[in-house]
């Protein structure tokens, strides 16, 4: 089990874990987000459908507020792990889903989040909720927990 002590161990660690995900549209680069994705973190919250966004967020919403976004993309990779799975379109790179945890207070179990709208049912959830236990197991996480409305099907 790996225990990170600062900021660049658990980024350090992330890495281990964020290598590319393959998916029938192509390969998808997946790494921790950062302060300077917030571009295309505001981009991809905008192009998730109304019905995604309110699955992902539980309130109907357009785009982030500066604050979520700043949440959102201001991350430690200690007591909020947050993944971004990356695509090549048109040239420019684009956020297509993310997947995160903030830790719980109890320090051994976190509440997982994902997003993901035009690219569902190809697996690319399945793969980044491995590679989001696969980091919480080396960080000591022994429980990850989530929420989903029951109107959603897409799971």
Wanted: charged content about 20%; glycine content about 6%.
């Amino acid at each position: 089990m790996f225990m990170h002590t600062t900021h660049l161990d658990a980024e350090q660690q992330c890495l281990m874990f964020c290598r590319p995900i393959r998916t029938g549209f192509g390969e998808l680069a997946v790494r921790p987000i950062a302060p300077a994705d917030a571009g295309i973190a505001q981009a991809f919250v905008s192009s998730l459908s109304g019905t995604s966004r309110y699955f992902r967020f539980f309130q109907a919403l357009k785009y982030l507020s500066p604050a979520m976004l700043d949440r959102f993309t201001r991350v430690d990779q200690v007591t909020h792990v947050a993944l971004a799975a990356v695509a090549d379109l048109d040239g420019r790179p684009s956020m297509v889903a993310e997947a995160r945890y903030p830790v719980a207070a109890d320090r051994r179990s976190a509440e997982f989040a994902l997003g993901a709208d035009q690219w569902q049912r190809r697996g690319l959830a399945t793969q980044l909720m491995a590679k989001l236990e696969c980091i919480a197991a080396a960080a000591g996480i022994t429980r990850l927990m989530g929420e989903c409305l029951a109107i959603n099907e897409g799971l």
